[in-house]
Protein backbone atom coordinates (compact mmCIF):
# COMPACT_ATOMS: atom_id res chain seq x y z
CA UNK A 1 0.00 0.00 0.00
CA UNK A 2 1.36 3.63 -1.05
CA UNK A 3 2.28 5.61 1.85
CA UNK A 4 0.40 9.08 1.91
CA UNK A 5 2.02 12.30 0.29
CA UNK A 6 1.69 15.70 1.30
CA UNK A 7 0.80 18.11 -1.04
CA UNK A 8 3.48 20.51 -2.37
CA UNK A 9 1.33 23.61 -2.40
CA UNK A 10 -0.17 24.66 0.78
CA UNK A 11 -3.64 25.79 0.63
CA UNK A 12 -4.76 24.08 -2.55
CA UNK A 13 -5.17 20.29 -4.00
CA UNK A 14 -1.23 20.73 -5.83
CA UNK A 15 -0.90 17.43 -7.98
CA UNK A 16 -2.50 14.22 -6.64
CA UNK A 17 -0.70 10.71 -7.06
CA UNK A 18 -1.82 8.35 -9.28
CA UNK A 19 -4.78 5.74 -8.11
CA UNK A 20 -7.38 6.17 -5.38
CA UNK A 21 -6.82 8.42 -2.74
CA UNK A 22 -8.45 10.41 -0.62
CA UNK A 23 -7.50 14.37 -0.50
CA UNK A 24 -7.65 15.10 3.24
CA UNK A 25 -7.48 18.98 3.38
CA UNK A 26 -6.88 20.19 7.36
CA UNK A 27 -8.30 23.88 7.75
CA UNK A 28 -5.55 24.60 10.66
CA UNK A 29 -2.91 24.65 8.50
CA UNK A 30 -4.15 24.74 4.97
CA UNK A 31 -2.11 21.85 3.99
CA UNK A 32 -3.54 19.27 1.64
CA UNK A 33 -2.79 15.73 2.11
CA UNK A 34 -3.45 12.26 -0.20
CA UNK A 35 -4.08 9.48 1.49
CA UNK A 36 -4.23 6.22 -0.65
CA UNK A 37 -7.36 3.97 -0.78
CA UNK A 38 -7.12 0.31 -1.27
CA UNK A 39 -9.56 -1.90 -0.59
CA UNK A 40 -11.59 0.90 0.07
CA UNK A 41 -9.65 1.69 3.25
CA UNK A 42 -7.37 4.12 4.17
CA UNK A 43 -4.32 3.31 6.39
CA UNK A 44 -5.39 5.62 10.09
CA UNK A 45 -1.53 5.41 11.01
CA UNK A 46 -1.05 7.60 7.24
CA UNK A 47 -3.22 10.30 9.33
CA UNK A 48 -0.46 10.64 11.45
CA UNK A 49 1.45 12.79 9.14
CA UNK A 50 -0.92 15.58 9.61
CA UNK A 51 -0.20 17.95 12.56
CA UNK A 52 -0.20 21.74 13.20
CA UNK A 53 3.35 21.55 14.61
CA UNK A 54 6.52 19.29 14.03
CA UNK A 55 6.08 17.86 17.37
CA UNK A 56 2.81 16.93 17.83
CA UNK A 57 1.91 13.14 17.64
CA UNK A 58 -0.73 13.97 14.63
CA UNK A 59 -3.95 12.91 13.43
CA UNK A 60 -5.58 9.87 14.66
CA UNK A 61 -9.04 7.95 14.08
CA UNK A 62 -10.96 7.45 17.15
CA UNK A 63 -13.06 3.94 17.13
CA UNK A 64 -14.38 3.38 20.21
CA UNK A 65 -15.64 -0.39 19.67
CA UNK A 66 -14.13 -1.33 16.30
CA UNK A 67 -16.93 -0.18 14.62
CA UNK A 68 -15.73 1.76 11.56
CA UNK A 69 -11.75 0.14 11.59
CA UNK A 70 -10.50 -3.18 9.76
CA UNK A 71 -7.77 -4.64 12.81
CA UNK A 72 -6.54 -7.25 10.08
CA UNK A 73 -6.54 -8.82 6.59
CA UNK A 74 -7.91 -12.05 6.92
CA UNK A 75 -8.82 -14.99 4.34
CA UNK A 76 -10.71 -17.02 6.39
CA UNK A 77 -14.45 -15.81 6.67
CA UNK A 78 -16.65 -13.84 4.31
CA UNK A 79 -19.65 -11.84 5.85
CA UNK A 80 -22.09 -9.95 4.16
CA UNK A 81 -24.23 -8.49 6.53
CA UNK A 82 -26.58 -6.69 4.64
CA UNK A 83 -27.32 -9.64 2.56
CA UNK A 84 -27.10 -12.13 5.38
CA UNK A 85 -24.09 -14.08 3.73
CA UNK A 86 -21.57 -16.04 5.50
CA UNK A 87 -19.06 -18.52 3.74
CA UNK A 88 -15.96 -20.00 5.30
CA UNK A 89 -12.54 -20.03 3.10
CA UNK A 90 -15.66 -18.83 -0.04
CA UNK A 91 -17.35 -22.11 0.94
CA UNK A 92 -21.29 -20.35 1.72
CA UNK A 93 -22.08 -21.85 5.57
CA UNK A 94 -25.52 -23.08 4.50
CA UNK A 95 -23.14 -26.00 2.25
CA UNK A 96 -20.74 -26.63 4.66
CA UNK A 97 -23.81 -26.92 7.71
CA UNK A 98 -25.71 -29.54 5.42
CA UNK A 99 -22.99 -31.63 3.43
CA UNK A 100 -19.57 -31.56 5.64
CA UNK A 101 -17.99 -33.01 8.98
CA UNK A 102 -16.82 -30.56 12.11
CA UNK A 103 -13.45 -31.56 11.63
CA UNK A 104 -13.75 -31.13 7.52
CA UNK A 105 -14.99 -27.50 8.62
CA UNK A 106 -11.83 -27.03 11.35
CA UNK A 107 -9.39 -28.31 8.74
CA UNK A 108 -10.51 -25.91 6.04
CA UNK A 109 -10.28 -23.27 8.51
CA UNK A 110 -6.75 -23.43 8.72
CA UNK A 111 -6.07 -24.95 5.59
CA UNK A 112 -8.01 -22.57 3.43
CA UNK A 113 -8.65 -25.90 1.11
CA UNK A 114 -10.72 -28.84 1.90
CA UNK A 115 -8.86 -31.94 3.11
CA UNK A 116 -8.25 -34.69 0.56
CA UNK A 117 -9.58 -38.22 2.17
CA UNK A 118 -5.61 -38.92 2.91
CA UNK A 119 -5.68 -35.33 4.69
CA UNK A 120 -8.96 -35.88 6.26
CA UNK A 121 -8.43 -39.77 7.56
CA UNK A 122 -4.86 -38.61 9.24
CA UNK A 123 -6.65 -35.56 11.14
CA UNK A 124 -9.47 -37.52 12.72
CA UNK A 125 -6.84 -39.90 13.79
CA UNK A 126 -4.88 -37.18 15.34
CA UNK A 127 -7.73 -35.65 16.84
CA UNK A 128 -8.89 -39.21 18.66
CA UNK A 129 -5.63 -39.76 19.55
CA UNK A 130 -5.28 -36.84 21.63
CA UNK A 131 -8.76 -36.71 23.32
CA UNK A 132 -7.69 -37.77 26.71
CA UNK A 133 -6.12 -35.20 28.97
CA UNK A 134 -3.48 -35.39 32.05
CA UNK A 135 -5.03 -37.09 34.89
CA UNK A 136 -4.02 -33.26 36.88
CA UNK A 137 -6.18 -31.63 34.68
CA UNK A 138 -8.90 -33.93 35.90
CA UNK A 139 -8.15 -33.00 39.61
CA UNK A 140 -7.85 -29.76 38.85
CA UNK A 141 -11.28 -29.52 37.76
CA UNK A 142 -12.28 -31.53 40.57
CA UNK A 143 -10.95 -28.16 42.65
CA UNK A 144 -13.63 -26.17 42.05
CA UNK A 145 -17.17 -25.29 43.65
CA UNK A 146 -19.54 -27.51 43.25
CA UNK A 147 -22.33 -24.63 41.58
CA UNK A 148 -18.66 -23.04 39.40
CA UNK A 149 -19.80 -21.61 36.27
CA UNK A 150 -18.74 -24.31 33.68
CA UNK A 151 -17.25 -21.07 31.44
CA UNK A 152 -15.23 -20.28 34.15
CA UNK A 153 -13.96 -23.96 34.31
CA UNK A 154 -13.33 -23.81 31.20
CA UNK A 155 -11.41 -20.86 30.78
CA UNK A 156 -8.98 -21.99 33.72
CA UNK A 157 -8.67 -25.94 32.63
CA UNK A 158 -7.54 -24.32 28.82
CA UNK A 159 -5.23 -21.76 30.55
CA UNK A 160 -4.16 -24.10 32.11
CA UNK A 161 -3.14 -26.75 29.58
CA UNK A 162 -0.21 -24.20 29.16
CA UNK A 163 1.56 -24.96 31.55
CA UNK A 164 1.11 -28.98 30.63
CA UNK A 165 3.13 -28.29 26.99
CA UNK A 166 5.41 -25.61 27.48
CA UNK A 167 7.09 -25.94 24.37
CA UNK A 168 3.77 -24.19 23.23
CA UNK A 169 5.59 -21.10 23.90
CA UNK A 170 7.52 -21.74 20.14
CA UNK A 171 4.98 -20.34 18.11
CA UNK A 172 6.86 -20.02 15.47
CA UNK A 173 7.93 -23.56 15.22
CA UNK A 174 5.14 -24.73 12.65
CA UNK A 175 5.31 -28.42 14.64
CA UNK A 176 4.20 -26.58 17.72
CA UNK A 177 1.72 -25.09 16.18
CA UNK A 178 0.66 -28.39 14.38
CA UNK A 179 0.34 -30.19 17.76
CA UNK A 180 -1.62 -27.46 19.51
CA UNK A 181 -4.17 -27.22 16.98
CA UNK A 182 -4.78 -30.86 17.66
CA UNK A 183 -4.58 -30.76 21.52
CA UNK A 184 -6.66 -27.81 21.40
CA UNK A 185 -9.60 -29.05 19.23
CA UNK A 186 -8.99 -33.01 20.83
CA UNK A 187 -9.40 -32.27 24.44
CA UNK A 188 -12.06 -28.94 24.25
CA UNK A 189 -14.75 -31.39 24.35
CA UNK A 190 -13.33 -33.62 26.73
CA UNK A 191 -12.74 -30.80 29.59
CA UNK A 192 -16.21 -29.41 28.64
CA UNK A 193 -17.58 -32.81 29.33
CA UNK A 194 -15.85 -32.82 32.49
CA UNK A 195 -17.10 -29.76 33.91
CA UNK A 196 -20.86 -30.86 33.42
CA UNK A 197 -20.26 -34.06 34.82
CA UNK A 198 -18.06 -31.85 38.02
CA UNK A 199 -21.55 -29.64 38.83
CA UNK A 200 -23.79 -32.54 37.92
CA UNK A 201 -21.76 -34.50 40.31
CA UNK A 202 -21.39 -37.20 38.15
CA UNK A 203 -18.12 -39.50 37.76
CA UNK A 204 -15.82 -38.15 34.76
CA UNK A 205 -16.26 -40.41 32.02
CA UNK A 206 -13.04 -40.42 29.93
CA UNK A 207 -13.16 -40.33 25.73
CA UNK A 208 -14.17 -43.26 24.00
CA UNK A 209 -11.97 -42.95 21.07
CA UNK A 210 -14.15 -45.47 18.46
CA UNK A 211 -16.53 -42.80 18.45
CA UNK A 212 -16.49 -39.64 15.85
CA UNK A 213 -16.06 -35.80 17.68
CA UNK A 214 -20.01 -35.42 18.40
CA UNK A 215 -21.00 -38.80 19.32
CA UNK A 216 -17.44 -39.03 21.70
CA UNK A 217 -18.31 -35.24 23.02
CA UNK A 218 -22.30 -36.40 23.93
CA UNK A 219 -20.65 -39.92 25.34
CA UNK A 220 -18.77 -38.18 27.65
CA UNK A 221 -21.19 -35.74 28.92
CA UNK A 222 -24.42 -38.85 28.85
CA UNK A 223 -22.95 -42.30 29.86
CA UNK A 224 -23.62 -44.07 32.82
CA UNK A 225 -23.40 -47.60 33.64
CA UNK A 226 -23.59 -48.93 30.13
CA UNK A 227 -20.13 -50.36 28.14
CA UNK A 228 -20.91 -47.91 25.05
CA UNK A 229 -22.73 -44.93 24.62
CA UNK A 230 -24.66 -44.26 21.41
CA UNK A 231 -25.73 -41.31 21.50
CA UNK A 232 -29.24 -40.47 19.43
CA UNK A 233 -28.77 -39.79 15.41
CA UNK A 234 -30.60 -36.32 15.31
CA UNK A 235 -28.58 -35.37 18.55
CA UNK A 236 -25.17 -36.10 17.40
CA UNK A 237 -25.98 -34.81 13.62
CA UNK A 238 -27.44 -31.51 15.72
CA UNK A 239 -24.53 -30.83 17.36
CA UNK A 240 -22.29 -31.58 14.53
CA UNK A 241 -23.97 -28.82 12.74
CA UNK A 242 -24.45 -26.67 15.43
CA UNK A 243 -20.28 -26.57 16.10
CA UNK A 244 -20.14 -25.72 12.25
CA UNK A 245 -22.22 -23.02 12.18
CA UNK A 246 -20.45 -21.65 15.83
CA UNK A 247 -16.89 -22.14 13.94
CA UNK A 248 -15.66 -18.64 13.34
CA UNK A 249 -17.24 -15.70 12.57
CA UNK A 250 -14.29 -13.24 11.62
CA UNK A 251 -13.22 -10.44 13.79
CA UNK A 252 -15.74 -10.56 16.63
CA UNK A 253 -15.25 -9.95 20.46
CA UNK A 254 -13.60 -13.13 21.37
CA UNK A 255 -11.50 -13.41 18.02
CA UNK A 256 -10.27 -10.01 18.71
CA UNK A 257 -9.61 -11.17 21.88
CA UNK A 258 -7.71 -14.18 20.69
CA UNK A 259 -5.66 -11.85 18.19
CA UNK A 260 -4.88 -9.23 21.10
CA UNK A 261 -3.54 -11.50 23.54
CA UNK A 262 -1.71 -13.94 20.44
CA UNK A 263 -0.30 -10.61 19.23
CA UNK A 264 1.73 -10.40 22.90
CA UNK A 265 3.35 -13.74 21.20
CA UNK A 266 2.25 -15.70 24.33
CA UNK A 267 1.56 -19.65 23.67
CA UNK A 268 -1.65 -20.97 22.49
CA UNK A 269 -3.30 -21.96 25.12
CA UNK A 270 -3.39 -18.37 26.79
CA UNK A 271 -4.53 -16.82 23.92
CA UNK A 272 -7.63 -19.30 23.25
CA UNK A 273 -8.07 -19.38 27.35
CA UNK A 274 -8.35 -15.16 26.96
CA UNK A 275 -11.06 -16.30 23.99
CA UNK A 276 -13.14 -18.47 26.03
CA UNK A 277 -13.02 -15.81 28.22
CA UNK A 278 -14.62 -13.14 26.13
CA UNK A 279 -16.92 -15.31 24.87
CA UNK A 280 -18.59 -16.05 28.60
CA UNK A 281 -19.90 -12.14 28.44
CA UNK A 282 -23.78 -12.17 27.99
CA UNK A 283 -23.81 -9.81 24.98
CA UNK A 284 -21.38 -12.38 22.69
CA UNK A 285 -21.61 -16.01 23.54
CA UNK A 286 -23.64 -15.66 26.86
CA UNK A 287 -26.67 -14.58 24.78
CA UNK A 288 -27.66 -18.22 24.07
CA UNK A 289 -28.14 -18.61 27.78
CA UNK A 290 -29.54 -15.00 28.38
CA UNK A 291 -32.32 -16.07 25.83
CA UNK A 292 -33.54 -18.92 28.06
CA UNK A 293 -33.43 -16.89 30.99
CA UNK A 294 -35.86 -14.36 29.02
CA UNK A 295 -38.20 -16.69 28.21
CA UNK A 296 -38.69 -18.20 31.00
CA UNK A 297 -38.76 -14.69 32.79
CA UNK A 298 -41.75 -13.93 29.92
CA UNK A 299 -43.42 -17.32 31.05
CA UNK A 300 -46.18 -17.55 28.64
CA UNK A 301 -46.96 -16.23 25.15
CA UNK A 302 -49.63 -13.69 26.59
CA UNK A 303 -47.26 -12.08 28.09
CA UNK A 304 -45.09 -11.23 25.24
CA UNK A 305 -46.86 -7.82 24.26
CA UNK A 306 -46.19 -5.96 27.93
CA UNK A 307 -42.33 -7.75 27.57
CA UNK A 308 -41.93 -5.84 23.86
CA UNK A 309 -43.23 -3.12 25.32
CA UNK A 310 -40.43 -3.12 27.77
CA UNK A 311 -37.80 -3.66 25.91
CA UNK A 312 -38.94 -0.80 23.48
CA UNK A 313 -39.38 1.61 26.21
CA UNK A 314 -35.64 1.20 27.28
CA UNK A 315 -36.82 0.81 31.02
CA UNK A 316 -34.60 -1.19 32.74
CA UNK A 317 -31.89 -3.47 31.08
CA UNK A 318 -34.07 -5.54 29.14
CA UNK A 319 -33.16 -6.15 25.42
CA UNK A 320 -34.61 -8.98 22.82
CA UNK A 321 -31.67 -11.49 23.72
CA UNK A 322 -30.99 -13.38 20.47
CA UNK A 323 -31.80 -10.22 18.39
CA UNK A 324 -30.14 -7.97 16.80
CA UNK A 325 -25.92 -8.10 15.36
CA UNK A 326 -22.72 -6.05 15.22
CA UNK A 327 -22.85 -6.51 11.38
CA UNK A 328 -25.93 -8.78 10.35
CA UNK A 329 -28.45 -6.19 9.29
CA UNK A 330 -30.91 -8.72 8.05
CA UNK A 331 -31.56 -12.30 9.00
CA UNK A 332 -28.39 -14.14 9.98
CA UNK A 333 -28.28 -17.03 7.65
CA UNK A 334 -27.14 -19.53 10.62
CA UNK A 335 -30.48 -18.60 12.32
CA UNK A 336 -32.31 -20.00 9.92
CA UNK A 337 -30.20 -23.50 9.75
CA UNK A 338 -30.48 -23.60 13.20
CA UNK A 339 -34.34 -23.24 13.24
CA UNK A 340 -34.85 -25.66 10.79
CA UNK A 341 -32.31 -27.91 13.26
CA UNK A 342 -34.63 -27.19 16.26
CA UNK A 343 -37.91 -28.07 14.34
CA UNK A 344 -35.92 -31.95 13.42
CA UNK A 345 -34.84 -31.82 17.39
CA UNK A 346 -38.22 -30.81 18.51
CA UNK A 347 -39.80 -33.63 16.24
CA UNK A 348 -37.63 -36.20 19.06
CA UNK A 349 -37.95 -34.57 22.22
CA UNK A 350 -41.27 -32.92 21.62
CA UNK A 351 -42.76 -29.09 21.25
CA UNK A 352 -41.72 -27.14 24.29
CA UNK A 353 -43.77 -24.02 25.95
CA UNK A 354 -39.90 -22.39 25.43
CA UNK A 355 -40.61 -23.28 21.29
CA UNK A 356 -44.20 -21.58 21.49
CA UNK A 357 -42.54 -18.19 23.10
CA UNK A 358 -39.44 -18.17 20.66
CA UNK A 359 -41.59 -18.41 17.77
CA UNK A 360 -44.13 -16.11 18.80
CA UNK A 361 -41.74 -13.20 19.90
CA UNK A 362 -40.02 -14.06 16.67
CA UNK A 363 -43.22 -13.23 15.05
CA UNK A 364 -44.08 -10.16 17.01
CA UNK A 365 -40.42 -8.57 16.59
CA UNK A 366 -40.24 -8.99 13.25
CA UNK A 367 -43.49 -7.03 12.32
CA UNK A 368 -42.80 -4.24 15.07
CA UNK A 369 -41.40 -0.87 13.63
CA UNK A 370 -38.92 -0.70 16.51
CA UNK A 371 -37.27 -4.04 15.56
CA UNK A 372 -37.85 -3.05 11.44
CA UNK A 373 -36.21 0.69 12.01
CA UNK A 374 -33.18 -0.97 13.49
CA UNK A 375 -32.86 -4.16 11.40
CA UNK A 376 -32.67 -6.01 14.10
CA UNK A 377 -33.28 -9.61 13.53
CA UNK A 378 -32.83 -13.56 15.14
CA UNK A 379 -28.97 -14.25 15.49
CA UNK A 380 -27.90 -17.37 15.92
CA UNK A 381 -28.09 -17.65 19.61
CA UNK A 382 -32.04 -17.13 19.38
CA UNK A 383 -32.88 -20.67 19.06
CA UNK A 384 -29.77 -22.42 19.69
CA UNK A 385 -30.25 -22.58 23.16
CA UNK A 386 -33.45 -24.09 22.18
CA UNK A 387 -31.98 -27.02 20.74
CA UNK A 388 -29.53 -27.74 23.41
CA UNK A 389 -32.34 -27.12 26.26
CA UNK A 390 -34.30 -29.70 24.33
CA UNK A 391 -31.28 -31.82 24.74
CA UNK A 392 -30.67 -31.21 28.40
CA UNK A 393 -27.97 -28.78 28.59
CA UNK A 394 -27.94 -26.88 31.99
CA UNK A 395 -29.28 -23.33 30.67
CA UNK A 396 -25.15 -21.69 32.38
CA UNK A 397 -23.68 -24.68 29.85
CA UNK A 398 -24.90 -23.67 26.39
CA UNK A 399 -22.05 -21.19 25.71
CA UNK A 400 -19.04 -23.97 26.42
CA UNK A 401 -20.81 -25.76 23.29
CA UNK A 402 -20.24 -22.66 21.60
CA UNK A 403 -16.57 -22.30 22.90
CA UNK A 404 -15.67 -25.90 21.62
CA UNK A 405 -16.81 -25.02 18.17
CA UNK A 406 -14.98 -21.57 17.65
CA UNK A 407 -11.76 -22.75 19.48
CA UNK A 408 -10.88 -24.01 15.14
CA UNK A 409 -11.79 -20.08 13.97
CA UNK A 410 -9.85 -18.59 17.18
CA UNK A 411 -6.87 -20.67 15.89
CA UNK A 412 -6.95 -20.60 12.56
CA UNK A 413 -7.03 -16.72 13.47
CA UNK A 414 -4.48 -16.68 15.58
CA UNK A 415 -1.75 -18.35 13.00
CA UNK A 416 -3.61 -15.92 10.55
CA UNK A 417 -2.35 -13.45 13.13
CA UNK A 418 1.10 -14.75 13.53
CA UNK A 419 2.17 -15.16 10.06
CA UNK A 420 0.89 -11.80 8.74
CA UNK A 421 4.12 -10.02 8.16
CA UNK A 422 2.34 -6.84 9.12
CA UNK A 423 1.03 -7.35 12.23
CA UNK A 424 2.64 -6.28 15.60
CA UNK A 425 1.58 -6.36 19.20
CA UNK A 426 -2.20 -5.07 19.70
CA UNK A 427 -1.90 -1.48 21.45
CA UNK A 428 -4.21 0.72 20.49
CA UNK A 429 -4.09 4.56 21.01
CA UNK A 430 -6.37 6.64 23.55
CA UNK A 431 -7.56 10.42 23.84
CA UNK A 432 -6.64 11.24 27.68
CA UNK A 433 -9.68 13.24 28.97
CA UNK A 434 -7.76 13.27 32.30
CA UNK A 435 -6.05 16.25 34.57
CA UNK A 436 -3.26 17.90 33.36
CA UNK A 437 -0.15 17.36 35.55
CA UNK A 438 -0.66 18.51 39.38
CA UNK A 439 1.26 17.98 42.64
CA UNK A 440 0.95 15.60 44.96
CA UNK A 441 -0.72 16.07 48.55
CA UNK A 442 -2.63 13.98 50.65
CA UNK A 443 -4.88 14.17 53.51
CA UNK A 444 -4.36 10.49 55.13
CA UNK A 445 -2.70 9.65 57.83
CA UNK A 446 -0.65 6.05 57.02
CA UNK A 447 -0.48 3.85 59.80
CA UNK A 448 2.14 2.07 58.09
CA UNK A 449 3.46 4.22 55.74
CA UNK A 450 6.47 2.66 53.52
CA UNK A 451 10.02 4.02 54.32
CA UNK A 452 11.74 5.26 51.64
N1 LIG B 1 -33.17 -5.56 21.69
C1 LIG B 1 -33.64 -4.29 21.68
N2 LIG B 1 -33.00 -3.25 21.12
C2 LIG B 1 -31.82 -3.52 20.55
C3 LIG B 1 -31.27 -4.82 20.52
C4 LIG B 1 -31.99 -5.86 21.13
N3 LIG B 1 -31.53 -7.11 21.14
N4 LIG B 1 -30.07 -4.79 19.89
C5 LIG B 1 -29.88 -3.51 19.54
N5 LIG B 1 -30.94 -2.75 19.92
C6 LIG B 1 -31.16 -1.33 19.67
C7 LIG B 1 -30.29 -0.47 20.56
O1 LIG B 1 -30.97 -0.13 21.74
C8 LIG B 1 -30.04 0.71 19.67
O2 LIG B 1 -31.23 1.50 19.65
P1 LIG B 1 -31.12 3.11 19.58
O3 LIG B 1 -30.53 3.38 18.24
O4 LIG B 1 -32.51 3.57 19.75
O5 LIG B 1 -30.21 3.51 20.71
C9 LIG B 1 -29.91 0.10 18.28
O6 LIG B 1 -30.72 -1.09 18.32
C10 LIG B 1 -28.50 -0.24 17.87
O7 LIG B 1 -27.94 -1.06 18.90
P2 LIG B 1 -26.43 -1.11 19.30
O8 LIG B 1 -26.32 -1.56 20.72
O9 LIG B 1 -25.78 0.18 18.91
O10 LIG B 1 -25.90 -2.22 18.31
P3 LIG B 1 -24.53 -2.99 18.47
O11 LIG B 1 -24.10 -3.34 17.10
O12 LIG B 1 -23.60 -2.26 19.34
O13 LIG B 1 -24.99 -4.31 19.28
C11 LIG B 1 -25.51 -6.50 19.87
C12 LIG B 1 -25.02 -5.58 18.75
C13 LIG B 1 -25.47 -7.95 19.40
C14 LIG B 1 -24.58 -6.38 21.08
C15 LIG B 1 -26.95 -6.09 20.26
O14 LIG B 1 -27.81 -6.20 19.14
C16 LIG B 1 -27.48 -6.89 21.43
O15 LIG B 1 -27.22 -6.54 22.59
N6 LIG B 1 -28.26 -8.01 21.15
C17 LIG B 1 -28.73 -8.85 22.21
C18 LIG B 1 -27.60 -9.78 22.66
C19 LIG B 1 -27.37 -10.88 21.66
O16 LIG B 1 -28.29 -11.53 21.17
N7 LIG B 1 -26.07 -11.12 21.37
C20 LIG B 1 -25.65 -12.22 20.49
C21 LIG B 1 -24.96 -11.74 19.27
S1 LIG B 1 -24.80 -13.03 18.05
C22 LIG B 1 -23.68 -14.11 18.72
C23 LIG B 1 -22.30 -13.62 18.67
O17 LIG B 1 -21.78 -13.41 17.55
O18 LIG B 1 -21.71 -13.47 19.74
Redesign the pocket.
Known amino acids: MAAMTESATQGAAGTAPAGDHLEIKDSRTGKVYFAPITDETIRTSDLKQIKVNADDFGIMGYDP ?1 F ?1 NTASCRSAITFIDGDKGILRYRGYPIEQLAEKASFLEVAWLLRHGELPTQVEYDQWVQEITYHTYVHENIKRFLEGFRYDAHPMSMLTAGVAALSSFYPTAKNIHDKTERDIAFTRLIAKMPTIAAFAYRHVKGLPFIYPDNSLPYAENYLSMIARMSEPKYEANPVFAKAIDILFILHAD ?1 EQ ?3 TNAVRAVGSSHVDPYSAIAAGVAA ?1 YG ?7 E ?2 LRMLEEIGDVKNIPAFIEN ?2 S ?1 KGE ?11 KSY ?1 PRAKIVKKLCDEVLKVTGMSRDMEIALELERIALSDE ?2 IK ?1 K ?1 YP ?4 YTGLIYRAMHFPTDYFTVL ?1 AIARTTGWLSQWEELLLDKEQKIARPRQIYTGYAERPYKTGLDYKHKILK
Do not use: Q, T
Open positions: AMHNCSLPLHGGANAVVKGSRLMGFGHRVYDYFRLNVDFF
